[in-house]
């Protein structure tokens, strides 16, 4: 037996499924593919896809609906598992990177509110020792007043 060209691979998948009525949908559940490429791949708009993603189709179309092996079809299970195993790995990633994400954005927004609650303290405690310095030059004019009068009538 030989292997399938790519072109023969696509034309099997598409026959099949048109004979047995095989979604895009169907194959997204049961492939390690998404709706949206199973899709382009059925009605052709997809001009190359992966040879593993089509050995991943004739595999599931030889197993699930024809029950027989398709001439030339030798998907590599390992390889699919490595697939699926990938995939995997990659949601779960995926998830920790969004948690991570999420801390970050937690941490940004208490910086920020404690940034904004200092920003009015230090404001309050601007105003308090504006406040204080006017008192003390207030203070220092009189004294130099007192000074001046006394100078003044020592000198009288």
């Not at 696509?10 to 047995?20: A, F, P, S, T, W």
């Not at 999420?102 to 941490?107: G, N, P």
């Amino acid at each position: 037996m030989t292997a399938l060209t790519k072109e023969q691979k696509l034309k099997r998948i598409r026959e099949v499924c048109r004979e047995h009525n095989v979604t895009a949908y169907e194959i997204y559940k049961n492939v390690p593919l998404t709706e949206a490429g199973a899709l382009r791949i059925l009605d052709g708009t997809s001009k190359n896809p992966h040879n593993t993603s089509l050995n991943a189709i004739l595999d599931y179309l030889e197993e699930r609906i024809l029950g027989t092996a398709i001439e030339g079809n030798k998907v590599a299970k390992e390889e699919l598992e490595v697939y699926r195993t990938n995939k995997d790995e990659l949601l779960t990633a995926f998830e920790n990177f969004q948690k991570i994400i999420e801390e970050r954005d937690e941490a940004i927004s208490t910086t920020l509110q404690l940034t904004i609650i200092n920003t009015e303290e230090t404001k309050i405690m601007a105003n308090i020792s504006a406040k204080k310095l006017e008192n003390i030059d207030e203070s220092l004019r009189r004294l130099e007043n007192t000074i001046a009068s006394l100078a003044k009538n020592r000198s009288s």
